[in-house]
C-alpha cells in the first residue's frame, strides 16, 4: 500500500488549496483516513479525520469553518479543502490511511509523504 500526497504550494493569505492523497495498491480496504500536518520547530499536529463512510469529520479548532475533509471511495482518495489560509497554516501536511488488508482484523497506519503547504502574509 502506498499513499501519495498532492496539491501543497504557495499561496498568498487569504487564498485556497485542495490537497489530495491517493491510496494504491492491492488487496485492502480503508478505514478511517485524514491529515496531520507539521510546521517546523513543532510537533505533528492532528488536523482532521473522516470515517470509512465519510458520514463522520472532524477538525482541530484552529481550522473549523475554514478547512473541510472529505474523501471518495471509489478513487480510495481522501481530500482536504483548505480555505482563508492563514500564514500559521505554514506546514507540511501528512495524509494517513487505517488499512485493513483483506481477510485480516487488524488495522495498520500507513503514512503518505508530506506535501508542504506556506502560506505568505
Known amino acids: 500500500v502506498q499513499l501519495q500526497a498532492s496539491g501543497g504550494g504557495l499561496v498568498q493569505a487569504g487564498g485556497s488549496l485542495r490537497l489530495s492523497c491517493v491510496a494504491s495498491?492491492?488487496?485492502?480496504?480503508?478505514?478511517?483516513m485524514g491529515w496531520y500536518r507539521q510546521a517546523p520547530g513543532n510537533q505533528r499536529e492532528l488536523v482532521a479525520t473522516i470515517t470509512t463512510d465519510g458520514g463522520s469529520k472532524n477538525v482541530v479548532d484552529s481550522v473549523k469553518g475554514r478547512f473541510t475533509i472529505s474523501r471518495s471511495n471509489a478513487k480510495n482518495t481522501v481530500y482536504l479543502q483548505m480555505n482563508s489560509l492563514k500564514p500559521e497554516d505554514t506546514a507540511v501536511y501528512y495524509c494517513?490511511?487505517?488499512?485493513?488488508?483483506?481477510?485480516?482484523?487488524?488495522?495498520?497506519?500507513?503514512w503518505g509523504h508530506g506535501t508542504l503547504v506556506t502560506v505568505s502574509s
Open positions: 494517513y490511511a487505517k488499512i485493513q488488508y483483506t481477510g485480516g482484523i487488524w488495522q495498520y497506519d500507513f
Open positions: 495498491g492491492s488487496g485492502f480496504s480503508i478505514n478511517a
